[in-house]
């Protein structure tokens, strides 16, 4: 099945800089690799999502690039704010079937 | 917020015991997804409803297992509870089984085994 590792696991920076987050999948078949942000308590909202089709999306302060050759995509989150800081996960599809599965998460800091 | 809706938003069983939970998919939607989040953990794809029926499986054991209702709302059974099973249930709906579409996550229910 797949397997998705989800990397650094904290990440701390400064209000105003840039954070990435980098996930790897297992699976050649997946092509579907969305991005949630989960607050203490509260549900996965989904962020940004990008499809096998595309190798980079953007979305005002966050972008998603995918590279497929290597199985590897990341988020990309510029001008950090405080309200940035949660738990990043991201997650990759299988093949045909909507089945996602997810990275351990990143727990981001953004230190005013 | 999404339109799923999850009941109830905790609980508290013993092991051996089983439980219920429910699940209320967005409008619209007709397949809904069942996750398991362990504490500081990514969520575990338990199984998938289409349409009423099974449309995949994670690695649990049949002692987890579910329905969907015509309306699409499911329920995630477990049976023989055990310590381990304490964790943040969450099911995702979304339009349909097919690849690459959004899935919506519920809030949540928090079962804490004893």
């Known amino acids: 099945g797949e397997n998705v590792e989800q990397h650094p696991s904290t990440l701390s920076v400064q209000e105003g800089d840039s954070a990435v987050i980098k996930c790897t999948y297992s699976?050649?078949?997946?092509?579907?690799f969305p991005w949630y942000k989960q607050e203490l308590g509260k549900r996965p909202q989904l962020i940004i999502d990008i499809r096998s089709n595309v190798g980079e999306k953007k979305d005002q302060r966050i972008a998603v690039t995918l590279n497929k050759t290597a199985k590897h995509f990341s988020l990309h989150i510029t001008e950090t704010q405080p309200e940035d800081s949660a738990v990043y996960f991201c997650?990759?599809?299988?093949?045909?079937?909507?089945?996602?599965?997810f990275g351990t998460g990143t727990s981001l800091t953004v230190i005013p | 917020e999404t339109g799923v809706t999850q009941s109830p938003t905790h609980l508290i069983k013993t092991r051996g015991q089983q439980v219920t939970l429910r699940c209320s998919s967005q409008s619209g939607h007709n397949t809904v997804s069942w996750y398991q989040q362990a504490l500081g953990q990514g969520p575990q794809f338990i199984f998938q409803?289409?349409?009423?029926?099974?449309?995949g499986r994670g690695n649990f054991p049949p002692r987890f297992s579910g329905l969907q209702f015509p309306n699409y709302s499911s329920e995630l059974n477990v049976n023989a509870l055990e310590l381990d099973d304490s964790a943040l249930y969450l099911c995702a709906s979304s339009l349909g089984s097919f690849d690459q579409e959004t899935q919506y996550f519920g809030p949540g229910t928090r079962l804490l085994v004893l």
């Open positions: 699976d050649s078949a997946s092509n579907y």
């Open positions: 409803y289409y349409r009423e029926e099974e449309n």
């Open positions: 997650a990759a599809n299988v093949e045909i079937r909507n089945q996602f599965y």
